[in-house]
Structures are given as structure tokens and as C-alpha cells.
């Protein structure tokens, strides 16, 4: 029975200074790292083994990813790293204070940039501070590909075809595949494989550092919706959290 264990990376600086970050590569806080730890201690005491990874191209949810298989035993596993599995662009509002936004844009509009399916925010302006299209490592990816905004549904159209060609095959092969990546990305994911309606996609919030595991049917349909978190009630607490930032 293939498992699919999703993990949003651990808390990273701009986390803790609640900063909206998408695309902006930051580094992991110490409690970040420890986060990581964490959870690939809990991935080994569940016997949940990842014989894959696949994550993002951004330092926190690379970081998080080799951290955990280190924690599980699992270091020299194939590891694979994508852009399609990259944060959802928050365009204009990249680096900027959640508070702050909240305050500027009214509640309504704040809630549906940060959690609604189709809105996306203004888009970033090229060569501005925050504009990361011209970083080296997206060389390969088309220019009209690289977004300056994105609402969920980009980002889970331009993440679907990964998890066509390179997640859903190591699943069907019967493979634990962890990915790790970031709170929209993941929710995304979790949108396709749970079949999510817009409204539940609204309420839908990721915590950092929470393994969610995933038992997979023949059609990698899921045994359980919603998956189960190997730390439930710690992940609901933080799940809490994350939908309060910017209040």
C-alpha cells in the first residue's frame, strides 16, 4: 500500500517574523531546524521509512527534508527537487508584514489572498527588492512560466504535472515518498488528492514541522481524507496558529 507523508518545512526567519515569504529564499530558524528533527524522529518511531523525497527548490524545505531523513536513518535515499513544488508567489505582497497587509487591504481581502482558491494579490514589480525570477537556479523554467503572482489554483496547475510524472510513479511502484514543502504547495496537494471543494480549500491550514501521512488506495485514492497527522493534537494546535497570523 503506497504512503505519501507531507511535510511543510519548519519554522523558517521570515515565519517568525511574520512576513509574507513566497518565493524569497530564507533560511530556517534554530526552531526550525529542531522542528525538522522532529519530525523525522517521529517518521522513524512510526515506522513510516521514506524510500524517496521530493521537494522544492527553496533552502527551507530542502533543508527540512535532508534534516528529517538524517533524524529518520534515511539520508541516502533519492532526493529530488522541483520549482513546481515551490511556495505559492505572494507577488506584491512578498516580504511584507501579515499585520501590516491586514490593516492596508481590510480583513476580507487579506483572508481570501491568504487562503481563498482563485484570488491572487497584485503582482510584484520586475526588479523590485523581492523579485526572484532572475535567480540562477530558474534558468530552466520558461520566463512566461515564472510567475509574479499566483492564487492556489496556479499553484496547483503548475504543480500537478510533478506530481503526474514523478510523485504519482513512485507511489504506484509502492514507494514511501515524503515531500516536503510549504504551506501552499501542500495545500494544493492536498486539495488534488483529498478532492477538496473551494470552501474546505478556504479552511484548509498547514502547520510547520507536522508530519501528515497518507495511506494510498490502487488509484491513489486516499484510505482516510484528510490523511492523519503523527502528532494529531499538536497539529491541530498549530494548525490554529497559522490560520491566526496577521490578527
Do not use: C
Not at 533560511?27 to 524522529?41: F, I, K, M
Not at 494548525?239 to 490578527?247: L, M, P, T
Amino acid at each position: 500500500m503506497p504512503t505519501l507523508v507531507l511535510l511543510r518545512h519548519g519554522e523558517s526567519e521570515w515565519n517568525s517574523r511574520n512576513l509574507f515569504t513566497g518565493w524569497v529564499d530564507v533560511e530556517l530558524t534554530s526552531r526550525g531546524v529542531e522542528q525538522a528533527r522532529r519530525s523525522g524522529a517521529l517518521l522513524r518511531s512510526a515506522g513510516v521509512l521514506p524510500a524517496v523525497l521530493h521537494t522544492s527548490m527553496l533552502t527551507r524545505a530542502v533543508r527540512t527534508g535532508m534534516l528529517a531523513l538524517a533524524a529518520a536513518g534515511r539520508e541516502d535515499i533519492p532526493a529530488h527537487r522541483t520549482w513546481r513544488l515551490n511556495e505559492r508567489h505572494y507577488g506584491a505582497l512578498q516580504g511584507m508584514d501579515r499585520r501590516t497587509a491586514r490593516r492596508r487591504y481590510g480583513d476580507e481581502l487579506f483572508q481570501q489572498w491568504r487562503r481563498s482558491y482563485d484570488l491572487k494579490p497584485p503582482p510584484i514589480e520586475p526588479g523590485s527588492q523581492w523579485d526572484v525570477t532572475t535567480d540562477p537556479r530558474y534558468g530552466i523554467v520558461d520566463h512566461e512560466l515564472r510567475p509574479r503572482t499566483e492564487s492556489l489554483r496556479d499553484v496547483q496547475n503548475r504543480l500537478l504535472p510533478y506530481w503526474l510524472d514523478a510523485i504519482a510513479p513512485d507511489l504506484r511502484a509502492g514507494r514511501t515518498v515524503l515531500v516536503t514543502a510549504h504551506s501552499n504547495s501542500l495545500r494544493a496537494l492536498v486539495a488534488h488528492v483529498d478532492e477538496l471543494s473551494a470552501d474546505e480549500v478556504l479552511e484548509l491550514n498547514i502547520p510547520t514541522g507536522m508530519p501528515l501521512r497518507y495511506e494510498l488506495g490502487p488509484g491513489l485514492d486516499p484510505r482516510r481524507r484528510g490523511g492523519e497527522y503523527l502528532e494529531p493534537e499538536a497539529a491541530a494546535t498549530a494548525a490554529a496558529e497559522v490560520a491566526d497570523q496577521g490578527r
